[in-house]
Nanobody
Framework: QVQLVESGGGLVQAGGSLRLSCSAS????????MGWFRQAPGKEREFVSG????????YYRDSVKGRFTISRDNAENTVYLQMNNLKPEDTAVYYC?????????????????WGQGTQVTVSS
């Protein structure tokens, strides 16, 4: 299975931007659909965005559409999440995940490799 390491989290004021990165190793990165999830304290882990193997398809939860952009660089084995116009409700630990399913899915159990997470805190 591929190993994943996230970076790029931090503290930002509302309206600010952050770019998360997730580097993969130990597997064929282009074989995986990649996703970003987040988990706030006391809440369940939720799907944020996903991207297909060739970047042809992307998918976002409604609350981040128009603000977040997912992308990947298969040559660099990295997936990114550009987050603009951040809101306090975006505060969470963000995880990247890899799936070998045939299509993007929002279900965490469909992803079989996970990173350790990176904290994003948005102050009001």
């Amino acid at each position: 299975q591929v190993q994943l390491v996230e970076s790029g989290g931090g503290l930002v004021q509302a309206g600010g931007s952050l770019r998360l990165s997730c580097s993969a190793s130990g597997g064929s990165f282009s074989d995986y659909i990649m996703g970003w999830f987040r988990q706030a304290p006391g809440k369940e882990r939720e799907f944020v965005s996903g991207i297909s193997r060739t970047s042809k398809y992307t998918y976002y939860r409604d609350s981040v559409k128009g603000r977040f952009t997912i992308s990947r660089d298969n040559a660099e084995n990295t997936v990114y999440l550009q987050m603009n116009n951040l809101k306090p409700e975006d505060t969470a630990v963000y995880y990247c995940a890899a799936s070998q399913r045939d299509m993007i899915t929002t279900t965490p159990t469909a992803f079989n490799s996970w990173g350790q997470g990176t904290q994003v805190t948005v102050s009001s």
